[in-house]
């Protein structure tokens, strides 16, 4: 049985990506490929990011899923899995670890997920952004959520510029059972799109795939500012619902950029450790760096 699992990144197109492979679901069947993604793995007991945690009731819950994963594997010659809520999650804890770990416990999470496997060998997909952007979006996205309301507090002091993909491709690539990890840049994923995924299809499958419509949008940054003088004017209102509001009154566009919290000068210092980060990605054994 082939392996391939998509690890993400949030909020790098991983929705788009996602739907892509959905709506091919049926003709990848045909060609014996088996596809599990949102849609699978985020109800019920099925619920992959919550059973990956630590703890004996998630350990039972594993148990349970290891035997579904296993008739997967005994049935189908390809298997893929695509579930970004396997390295963590966009709060502060899931997202940001001490020493500016990005998703901290992505490596004993996937370890989990891999003993669920009965550790075959997996080819590992994951997509990195650059880190200012990137925790920019995710905050977004817990202003929407109503899980947070300031950007200091979301970030605690994690420092964009110290966000290394390449750290986190270490802990990765280290798990029993990775055989390769296969990276691109957020950046480049219109570019890169037919060979993305061809990493996950065959030829006449990529040739087939449809181009669906964004389905998570982000604050913009007139929203942003509109949120933030009705959060001290209604100090009493929930997070969520002012969020919402500003959003429909300032939806993303041409004169409405995304939410750009971080100054120029904390963007300029990411932007520079992401491109040296990138190198030394590029340079690990076991990686694949997809570039236009």
């Known amino acids: 049985m082939a392996l391939t699992i998509h690890l993400g990144a949030h909020k790098t197109a991983t929705t788009h990506l996602q739907q892509t492979l959905q709506a091919l679901a049926p003709a990848m069947l045909a060609a014996g490929i088996h596809y599990s993604g949102p849609q699978q793995w985020r109800g019920g007991l099925a619920r992959l990011g919550p059973v990956l945690g630590a703890g004996v009731a998630q350990g039972r819950q594993r148990r349970r899923l290891r035997w579904r994963l296993d008739r997967i594997a005994e049935t189908w010659p390809e298997v893929v899995i695509s579930e970004e809520n396997i390295l963590g999650s966009l709060r502060r804890e899931g997202l940001m ?123 913009s940054q007139p929203a942003w500012q509109h949120l933030q003088a009705q959060g001290l004017q209604r100090p009493a209102a929930e997070i969520a619902q002012l969020a919402q509001e500003a959003k429909a009154l300032f939806p993303r566009g041409p004169a409405a950029p995304p939410l750009a919290p971080f100054d120029a000068a904390t963007v300029a210092r990411s932007r520079a ?17 997809l570039s236009p």
């Open 273 to 289: 450790a992401y491109a040296a980060d990138l190198a030394r990605l590029a340079a690990l054994p076991g990686v694949a760096l």
């Open 97 to 219: 670890g001490p020493g500016h770990l990005v998703y901290p416990d992505a490596a004993p999470r996937l370890r989990r997920l891999l003993g669920m496997l009965r550790h075959r060998p997996a080819t590992l997909c994951l997509a990195v952004r650059e880190p200012s952007a990137l925790l920019a979006s995710a905050f977004s996205m817990q202003l929407q959520g109503g899980f947070e309301r300031e950007l200091d507090a979301y970030l605690a002091g994690f420092n964009p510029a110290a966000l290394s993909w390449a750290g986190l491709a270490r802990r990765l690539l280290a798990q029993r059972g990775v055989a390769r990890l296969v990276v691109w840049r957020y950046e480049d994923y219109a570019a890169l799109r037919p060979r993305i995924l061809a990493q996950f299809l065959p030829q006449t499958l990529v040739a087939q795939a449809g181009d669906p419509e964004a389905a998570v949008v982000g604050l």
